[in-house]
Structure formats: C-alpha cells, structure tokens
C-alpha cells in the first residue's frame, strides 16, 4: 500500500507565485520522519527539508515553508515567490523508526512543478 | 554537490547482459542506500549497508546484489538483465550511527541504466 501520496501531478505557475505541494502519509509509528526533496531536470535528488514526528512546529527557510499536521498526516511544502530555477519534481517521503523499516525512505509519486516567466 | 559519487553516470547495455554500478559515500557517513527510480515504479528503496553489513532490504530482485566494502564504497551488481531493469539507480549515505534515529540521506547524481 503508498504509503505517502502526492495526489498533485503536475502544477503550473507563473513566476512569483506561491506553489504548495500537498503531501499526506500513513504510518503506524509513533516516531518517524519526513523530508522532501527536490529533482531538477538534470536528475539529481537534492535535500530539502526534513522533520520529525515529535515537532510540529512549522518553519520558514528562506523561499520554503512547510505545515505539518499529525491530526490529518499531512506534510505540505509552499515554495514563496517561485523562480523558474524552482521548477523541477518534488517528491515526500516517510522514515519510519520501526525495526524492520529503519532508514528506508519511501516516496511519493512526486509532483512536477513548472515555472514559467 | 551532496558530496556522494557514482559511476558510470550512463551505462548502456543488452539484455541478459551483467553491470556494477559503484557509489562512494559522504565522507564519514557509514550507511550506502541504493535505490531505482523507474517510469511506472517511481523511486523505490533496494538495499541498504551499514558499515559493511546488510542492514536492510526492500524491492530488490534475486538478480541484484550489493555489498559495502572495507573503504565504505558499496557496488550494485545487477545480472540477467531485462528491458525493465532499465531505470535511474541512485545511491545515498548517511551518517545513521546504529543506536541512532534515522539521519538525513543525501543521494549521488545517480547511473542512467539503458538495457536494449
């Protein structure tokens, strides 16, 4: 079963607008974690963000923010003033802390962003 | 640049045919992913050594294998290779100490794997 769902596709905007990826997980454990990464056209995964189970505090980093809500597993990212620079795949994945999935990144299936001038 | 290495970076070969992907890892970090991102699988977790010991296993086929050697660089030997075996194969480390929750992975530029 997914485990996390990225039920955006594909979203379009123009450039300074705000872009939110919506991502909702499952997940039995009481500790896990939460990233999301970033995949340009050239291919490579890049690190964005990641959070833990025990902090929903939400946090801005310079363009990127992110809302997590344990109540209804959702994990969404706002990317502030998109660039044409931003626009690539941006998968969620999950990190469960259980013995038997420890350190396995399960990810969705990703939401292409394109940002046009 | 993450700082994770591999090689080739596009590898072309036939069916039936055997290749080793190679990824070295952050420096200092002890645990090597590897993971195959395809069309119609997404990115899906293969395998993971931690400190020259399998420590994990996902969706990998009887015809892949992995080790980590001494020097912590990790090979993917993938056999009998298939048109659906072609994909993008990525690396990842961590520092992920064993006792230790799970550590950020930070993932190599990856192999373009085309099998004809």
């Known amino acids: 079963a997914q485990k996390v769902t990225q039920a955006q596709t594909e979203i379009s905007v123009v450039e300074k607008e705000d872009v939110t990826l919506d991502c909702v997980y499952e997940?039995?454990?009481?500790?896990?974690?939460l990233f999301w990464y970033k995949q340009p056209p050239s291919g490579e995964l890049v690190f964005l963000i990641r959070?833990?189970?025990?902090?929903?505090q939400n946090e801005i980093s310079g363009r990127y923010s992110w809302n997590f809500q344990k109540s209804t597993s959702s994990f969404n990212f706002t990317i502030t003033a998109s660039q044409v620079v931003d626009s690539a795949v941006y998968f969620c994945a999950l990190s469960e802390a259980g013995r038997d999935s420890w350190g396995k990144l399960q990810f969705g299936a990703g939401t292409q962003v394109v940002v046009t001038p | 640049d993450s700082g994770v290495t591999q090689t080739p970076k596009h590898l072309i070969t036939a069916t039936g045919q055997r290749v080793t992907l190679r990824c070295s890892p952050r420096s200092g970090d002890l645990s090597v992913y590897w993971y195959q991102q395809s069309l119609d699988q997404g990115l899906q977790f293969l395998i993971q050594y931690y400190n020259g010991e399998e420590r994990a296993k996902g969706n990998i086929l009887e015809r892949f294998s992995a080790q980590q050697f001494p020097d912590l660089h990790s090979e993917l030997n993938l056999s009998s290779l298939e048109l659906g075996d072609s994909a993008l194969y990525f690396c990842?480390?961590?520092?992920?100490?064993?006792?230790?929750?799970?550590?950020?992975?930070?993932f190599g530029p990856g192999t373009r794997l085309t099998v004809l």
């Open positions: 990842a480390s961590s520092a992920s100490k064993r006792e230790a929750l799970t550590d950020t992975q930070y």
């Open positions: 997940t039995r454990d009481t500790t896990y974690y």
């Open positions: 959070r833990n189970s025990f902090d929903e």
